[in-house]
């Protein structure tokens, strides 16, 4: 099993809608969560850090669920240049980081 | 302000011949990460460095890899001998000491190799 899975994808989607990810992780021990954004042969991105409490920025959502261990990422409103590869970040002790295989999203008008 | 830094771009080579990839993070970061990806495993961790001390390199696939960091603006990757199946884009990424840079990893555009 991998320590972090994600949906591949792609999700296919019209302007304006609302698309949700979800990305599991295997060590219970992990302490930190990001989700980055990945566009075509570029380097990734951070999108936004995963707080236990759940956080907002502007059309996006990020949701951590311990006790089953998942991530989430709700786009509202999708815009076309939301398309792009999502990564699921997990970070254990220190710096170990471990990036899920990402899922795809296209946007179409 | 300067990102990451990393050289070259492209490396197009010969299988068994010796390849060095470059980073230079953002100044004032204490961290220093490798990474590589490919289409069949993704992004991987290969090895990162805290204040130029190598802290885990679990990741680095075999002994044909080395990377050192002899300063806190330089850092170097390298494989000797390179096989096809070392082909991948490999990011050099930094992190920093506050708490926002703390949590977030800052990756160069990296280099994309190719080896034949």
């Known amino acids: 099993r991998k320590e972090v899975e994600q949906d591949p994808g792609p999700f296919n989607v019209p302007e304006g809608a609302t698309v949700a990810f979800n990305c599991t992780y295997s060590?219970?021990?992990?302490?930190?969560f990001f989700w980055y954004r990945q566009d075509c042969r570029k380097e990734p991105k951070l999108l936004m850090s995963?707080?236990?409490s759940g956080n907002e920025d502007g059309r996006f959502t990020a949701q951590l669920n311990r006790a089953s261990q998942y991530i989430s990422l709700l786009i509202r409103d999708s815009k076309l240049s939301d398309s792009a590869t999502y990564l699921c970040?997990?970070?254990?002790?220190?710096?170990?980081?471990?990036f899920g295989a990402g899922t795809r999203l296209f946007v179409k008008a | 302000d300067a990102g990451v830094i990393q050289s070259p771009r492209h490396e197009v080579t010969e299988m068994g011949q010796e390849v060095t990839l470059r980073c230079k993070p953002i100044s004032g970061h204490n961290s220093l990460f490798w990474y590589r990806q490919t289409m069949m495993r993704g992004l991987e961790l290969l090895i990162y460095f805290n204040n130029n001390v190598p802290i885990d390199d679990s990741g680095m696939p075999e002994d044909r890899f080395s990377a050192k960091m002899p300063n806190a603006s330089f850092s170097t990757l390298k494989i000797q001998p390179s096989e096809p199946r070392d082909s991948a884009v490999y990011f050099c990424?930094?992190?920093?000491?506050?708490?926002?840079?703390?949590?977030?990893?800052?990756f160069g555009p990296g280099t994309r190799l190719t080896v034949l």
């Open positions: 990424a930094s992190s920093g000491r506050d708490l926002r840079s703390y949590n977030e990893q800052f």
């Open positions: 970040v997990v970070r254990s002790g220190g710096f170990k980081t471990i």
């Open positions: 060590n219970s021990a992990s302490q930190s």
């Open positions: 995963v707080y236990s």
